[in-house]
T-cell receptor, first 115, second 108 residues
């Protein structure tokens, strides 16, 4: 299993501002995944962050709104830009076993509230 | 399309068995997963089953897979109050598709 540290654990932000969420893994992994969990909902994949290339975004998510950095094999950031109350969610970072997209392990998440 | 469905709530008494059910649509799924989410926490991978298996047992947990009906279940034996959480099933189709989650409430 992987140990995933995510910060901040929670934040309350004003409409129109941006927040950058950091994810640190205790081992080198090729793929890191960012998920969103809206209140009372299931998890939705935002994007896959590959080291050395641009992130791959899922339908309904765009780079301008959710820019992602992946500077090395143990770290990634997700920025939630120009926030609105609809962005209030839990954002989760995850990695797969042995660098795959299987058997995902999750960080504890960032609880974001936008006023 | 990809879709995973679960019932939203289950309430059991402490010591009873819990059975949480899930249906999925993509028959090409390689693995199927069960995750547990406690309040304010991330998701914990509980167990998983490879698609060519029909049963997997791990201590108090039993996973049953019916590939023909695309039905997955998680049985928790001797359910404890500490098992109260939301349980998500997920299918793997190159990415993980999650169900809505089943909130398990265990009453003493």
């Amino acid at each position: 299993s992987a140990v995933i540290s995510q910060k901040p654990s929670r934040d309350i932000c004003q409409r129109g501002t941006s927040l950058t969420i950091q994810c640190q893994v205790d081992s080198q992994v090729t793929m890191m995944f960012w998920y969103r969990q809206q209140p009372g909902q299931s998890l939705t994949l935002i994007a896959t962050a590959n080291q050395g290339s641009e992130a791959t975004y899922e339908s309904g998510f765009v780079i301008d709104k959710f820019p992602i950095s992946r500077p090395n094999l143990t770290f990634s950031t997700l920025t939630v830009s120009n926030m609105s109350p609809e962005d209030s969610s839990i954002y989760l970072c995850s990695v797969g076993a042995q660098g795959t997209n299987e058997k995902l392990f999750f960080g504890s998440g960032t609880q974001l509230s936008v006023l | 399309g990809e879709d995973v469905e679960q019932s939203l709530f289950l309430s059991v008494r402490e010591g009873d068995s819990s059975v949480i059910n899930c249906t999925y649509t993509d028959s090409s799924s390689t693995y199927l997963y069960w995750y547990k989410q406690e309040p304010g926490a991330g998701l914990q991978l509980l167990t998983y089953i490879f698609s060519n298996m029909d049963m997997k047992q791990d201590q108090r947990l039993t996973v049953l897979l019916n590939k023909k009906d695309k039905h997955l279940s998680l049985r928790i034996a001797d359910t404890q109050t500490g098992d109260s959480a939301i349980y998500f099933c997920a299918e793997s189709t190159g990415k993980l598709i999650f169900g809505q989650g089943t909130e398990l409430s265990v009453k003493p």
